[in-house]
Nanobody, 126 residues
Framework: QLQLVESGGGLVQPGGSLRLSCAAS????????IGWFRQAPGKEREGVSC???????NYADSVEGRFTISRDNAKNTVYLQMNSLKPEDTAVYFC????????????????????WGQGTQVTVSA
């Protein structure tokens, strides 16, 4: 059973912080690129951040300097630390499994990712 389960979402005020978790099971977790994506009502799903098997990271321009992605292979978990949150960060956040690419940086294109979690809601509002 291949499974990705997001947690950690909630309601936070502008300027606040949240840490999202993506717990994986059913596959050889350290081999794969893992990405975080988000989707707001009426908008396309967009890439937020991703991390490859060696720990190389990529970020969308809109979150660079505010969000940090990390992975703990021993726990089969990827995290997204979100600081200085803005109302425009409000969305459902999904984690997803990408390909095995040992010598490539991950990309923030949803077409690269074939397996998705069910999402966790993040709402940034006063």
């Amino acid at each position: 059973q291949l499974q990705l389960v997001e947690s950690g979402g909630g309601l936070v005020q502008p300027g606040g912080s949240l840490r999202l978790s993506c717990a994986a099971s059913g596959f050889t977790f350290p081999n794969y690129h893992i990405g975080w994506f988000r989707q707001a009502p009426g908008k396309e799903r967009e890439g937020v951040s991703c991390i490859n098997s060696g720990g190389s990271r990529n970020y969308a321009d809109s979150v660079e300097g505010r969000f940090t992605i990390s992975r703990d292979n021993a726990k089969n978990t990827v995290y997204l630390q979100m600081n200085s949150l803005k109302p425009e960060d409000t969305a459902v956040y999904f984690c997803a499994r990408g390909p095995i690419q040992l010598f490539r940086r991950c990309v923030l294109w949803k077409g690269e990712y074939n397996y998705w979690g069910q999402g966790t809601q993040v709402t940034v509002s006063a």
